[in-house]
């Protein structure tokens, strides 16, 4: 068989099927009556085979034409944090707060925005007019992984080992462009977390929002380590935009249970004032949680 598979290889369906009649009748010359199964199952593994191949090539092509940033710190620099130490291309830093703040430049001063990638999820950061950034991320309970990228350029990585609780509730809202977006939780209890209540240094029964993004692309996180047992719902409010408004995506990360539950939403506001409930979920009193939005 592997010697027929081989021999098969790259002819068209219709070449196949001659190619296997020729085969059946050659060996029922030698070898008298042969089950015609055998010959279907080369075909196909032929067929299975010469996808695989396509698709490795694909991908190779892809991976040729659309190489991974390198790692340049004179064309991407992030400051070093309090007590990091650095190498060549990577910063280790450990902290205390949930929330870590990421600065540098960028050497093209023509740069209007860039990429953060923070533990596999990648969002737009503003670049300033002098190539400078400024961000905040909401830290996960120990090894956290942050880069950030400029076209073919990539900062070093910085490893932030994060001493912190474990988050019952950890939600991110991202938007396109300049706007104010608002997060919002709502509690069992039916007090609402956003910026007029529960922004940080504030705390609502136990949920904190980092801080009130107003300008543009967010993130805005809401966490709670501790979740009450009940019900709860995530809203996304259009507070504010340029004149005209526009329609804007947003993009939404809940991670429950220190991370054991994930969904990723996104959805588009189009009117100033809008105000859409985007997500719920349950927690038990034993502290599981059940999550209805996909």
């Known amino acids: 068989m592997p010697e027929f ?14 190619s296997g009649r020729r085969d059946r009748r050659s ?14 199952i080369s075909i196909g593994s032929v067929s299975t085979a010469a996808a695989f191949k396509t698709m ?6 892809y991976l ?8 340049d ?3 991407v620099r992030v400051d070093l944090p309090p007590g990091a130490t650095s190498t060549d291309k990577v910063i280790k830093v450990r902290v205390a707060d949930r929330v870590f703040q990421v600065s540098g430049t960028v050497a093209d001063t023509k740069t209007k ?12 950061v503003p670049v300033d007019q002098n190539g400078k950034f400024l961000e905040r991320v909401a830290l996960l309970t120990g090894s956290n992984r942050i880069q950030l990228t400029a076209g073919q350029f990539a900062s070093k990585t910085i490893n932030v080992t994060a001493d912190i609780p474990q988050a019952d509730i950890w939600t991110q809202l991202t938007w396109d462009g300049p706007g104010d977006i608002d997060l919002h939780l709502v509690l069992p209890n039916g007090q609402d ?3 007029s209540t529960c922004e940080k240094p504030k705390v609502l029964d136990g949920a904190q929002l980092d801080f009130d993004n107003q300008v543009s692309y967010g993130p805005e996180h809401i966490t709670m380590d501790h979740a009450s047992p009940g019900h709860y719902v995530i809203r996304i409010v259009y507070y504010w935009a340029d004149n005209p408004p526009r329609v ?4 939404l990360i809940v991670l429950l249970e220190n991370g054991r539950i994930e969904r990723r939403l996104t959805g588009t506001l189009d009117t100033v004032g809008r105000d859409e409930p985007v997500c719920s979920f349950d927690f038990s009193d034993s502290g599981q949680a059940t999550i209805g939005c996909k």
């Open 64 to 71: 040729i034409s659309h190489p991974a940033p390198r790692i």
């Open 113 to 124: 925005t860039i990429k953060l990638i923070e533990n596999g999820r990648d969002r737009t």
């Open 27 to 40: 060996r029922s010359y030698r070898n008298g009556p042969q089950s015609s199964g055998i010959s279907k």
């Open 56 to 61: 490795v090539v694909l991908v190779a092509l």
């Open 248 to 251: 804007v995506r947003w993009h």
């Open 5 to 18: 598979e081989f021999q098969a290889e790259g002819l068209t369906e219709d070449q196949l099927e001659r």
């Open 193 to 195: 977390c956003f910026y």
């Open 73 to 75: 710190p004179a064309q």
